[in-house]
């Protein structure tokens, strides 16, 4: 599928809107129609791309019946709001990661996109970018044995400033849910089964976020892993996987195209290479739609469900709670 075959709408106008307006062009299409909370950002995206339709008010997104598909990338906060209404509306969505705040707003969703027969998914990237389906195949291959190890690591550099959207408790700010959900995507890809062992540490922010994390996961497999998280200390974005007979190092994980296989035996390296960072929404879109058309589902809402669930009790662990679920 080289084309976008469905009518897609834009919930925000934000970086990842402006991303996927130049994915679905590049895939010979265009977005549909915009829906933004300030009609003029809307009316100047769309100029920019040159979609033909805007709403004055947000919600007309969700009774136009033109309207296919509709990707959410306003703050994590107000996903389960415009979920309820896009999926009681028969729409299906593509919502920006963290797809909800906790388990039960995404349970809630899942169950509302069941009794209207729609798909809902998250807009993870590294279930979609060509390297990590590459991999999986190789690892099923049994050419590297058994998983026991993974490490992950991502860390940026964010201005002490408490009322930017990192920091901000009422953005649903901190590490986890806006960095740490990449790297426990990661290790959800490659662990046979679901962790459900964790432990944890967590440094706050002076907001109360999460601004470090250390986290400690394994399964009843034995496979373990490890992830440090910062918002304040810069750390290069890097996945290890460490098999009997050799270890996997991705690096700029979240849009990967690369990997590095190094075994154990002779510490010969083998690089593996498929896909491209900069097309990592394309691949999303083009998954979206086959699933939406019914040709298998690629879009992996048990891995996302899985990942929500540990987020949902690491935060229980840490006391972090966010306004809406007050």
Not at 74 to 91: E, Q, S
Not at 270 to 277: L, V
Not at 299 to 306: E, I, T
Request: charged letters at 20%.
């Amino acid at each position: 599928m080289t084309q976008t075959t469905y009518k897609w709408a834009t919930l925000g106008t934000g970086v990842i809107a402006n991303e996927l307006a130049q994915a679905l062009q590049a895939l010979g299409g265009n977005l549909y129609s915009v829906a933004n909370r300030t009609y003029d950002k809307g009316l100047a995206f769309a100029e920019k791309y040159g979609i033909q339709k805007v709403y004055h008010h947000i919600d007309e997104v969700f009774e136009d019946p033109e309207v296919d598909i509709i990707y959410i990338s306003t703050p994590h906060n107000t996903h389960i709001d415009y979920l309820r209404k896009a999926l009681a509306a028969g729409k299906h969505v593509l919502c920006e990661k963290s797809i909800t705040l906790n388990s039960q707003e995404l349970e809630e969703a899942i169950a509302l996109a069941e009794k209207n027969h729609v798909i809902l998914a998250e807009a993870m990237t590294i279930y979609h970018m060509p390297i990590y389906q590459k991999l999986k195949i190789l690892i099923a291959s049994g050419q590297l044995g058994p998983l026991r190890m993974i490490q992950m690591n991502f860390g940026s550099y964010k201005e002490y400033d408490m009322t930017n959207r990192f920091f901000n408790r009422q953005l649903a700010g901190g590490a986890l849910l806006d960095i740490g959900v990449y790297a426990l995507s990661f290790v959800r890809w490659f662990m046979s089964e679901q962790p459900n062992q964790l432990a944890s540490q967590v440094k706050l922010a002076p907001t109360g976020v999460d601004e470090q994390v250390g986290i400690l996961l394994s399964n009843d497999q034995g496979e373990m892993a490890t992830i440090a998280l910062s918002l304040h200390a810069k750390q290069p974005k890097r996945g290890t996987i460490a098999y009997d007979k050799g270890y996997i190092e991705i690096f700029e994980y979240p849009r990967g195209q690369k990997a590095v296989i190094t075994y154990t035996e002779d510490g010969r390296q083998e690089i593996i290479e498929d896909g491209q960072t900069a097309q990592a929404l394309s691949y999303e879109v083009q998954d979206m739609e086959k699933t939406v058309a019914g040709l298998g589902n690629s879009m992996y809402l048990d891995y996302s469900k899985d990942v929500m669930d540990i987020m949902t009790q690491l935060r229980k662990d840490w006391g972090l709670t966010y306004p809406e679920e007050e």
